[in-house]
Structures are given as structure tokens and as C-alpha cells.
């Protein structure tokens, strides 16, 4: 089955650094685009970023431009999200999405999600 798999969250002080990841398991990877999104205790889902299957392509949330990358390695059934000038605001959890042949910025739009990984930051 399809499994979508995040890493690399953790706690960091304000202007820090993370790199997280997305493994991916039982899909063509290559022909998935990919997004991740994250959510806050009693917030809405929202989007940070997105890359389409071949990685030539993105996209970033306004809040997240010129701070957040976002590539893909295909070879390795990856996606990573390096998130530099971390704040305080960027604290809530980070999940990965996939949807074959797509991508975007509605969390409605992809069909598979990992479970989420926890970022924190605080001083």
C-alpha cells in the first residue's frame, strides 16, 4: 500500500534551521507531484509548498517565500523541505501529500498523506 512517511521535525529557536523529509513507499514515485501542508492546534490545514513529479516546477506560500525549499529526488522516493529563518509562526505539524500527475495548493486535491511531523519553534 501507499505510505507516506515525514521526518526531521523537532524544536529550534527563533531564526533556526530544519530539513524535513518525505519517504515514500508503493507508488510510481516519479509520477507524483507532492505538497506539504501543516497545521497548528485549532487551525486549518494549510499549504507551504508544493513540487510537481518531475521537480521542475514549485510553488511556495507567501509566508514561507525566499525561508523555505523544496526539491525532490526521484532516484530516492523523497521529497525534502529545508526551512531556514524559522519562526515562531511556522510552529505546527508538517504533513507530506502525493496525487498522481498533480499538484497544487488545495490539501483536496492529493488522495495520500503521511502522518505528520512536529515542528517547534520557541526560545
Known amino acids: 500500500q501507499v505510505q507516506l512517511v515525514e521526518s526531521g521535525g523537532g524544536v529550534v529557536q527563533p531564526g533556526g534551521s530544519l530539513r524535513l523529509s518525505c519517504a515514500a513507499s508503493?507508488?510510481?514515485?516519479?509520477?507524483?507531484?507532492v505538497g506539504w501542508f501543516r497545521q497548528a492546534p485549532g487551525k486549518e490545514r494549510e499549504f507551504v509548498a508544493a513540487?510537481?513529479?518531475?521537480?521542475?516546477?514549485?510553488d511556495y506560500d507567501d509566508s514561507v517565500k525566499d525561508r523555505f525549499t523544496i526539491t525532490r529526488d526521484n532516484a530516492q522516493n523523497t521529497v525534502s523541505l529545508q526551512m531556514t529563518s524559522l519562526k515562531p509562526e511556522d510552529t505546527a505539524d508538517y504533513l507530506c501529500?502525493?496525487?498522481?500527475?498533480?499538484?497544487?495548493?488545495?490539501?483536496?486535491?492529493?488522495?495520500?498523506w503521511g502522518q505528520g511531523t512536529q515542528v517547534t519553534v520557541s526560545s
Open positions: 508503493g507508488l510510481t514515485f516519479r509520477n507524483y507531484g
Open positions: 501529500a502525493a496525487r498522481r500527475w498533480a499538484w497544487g495548493r488545495r490539501p483536496a486535491a492529493y488522495d495520500y
Open positions: 513540487i510537481n513529479w518531475g521537480g521542475s516546477s514549485t
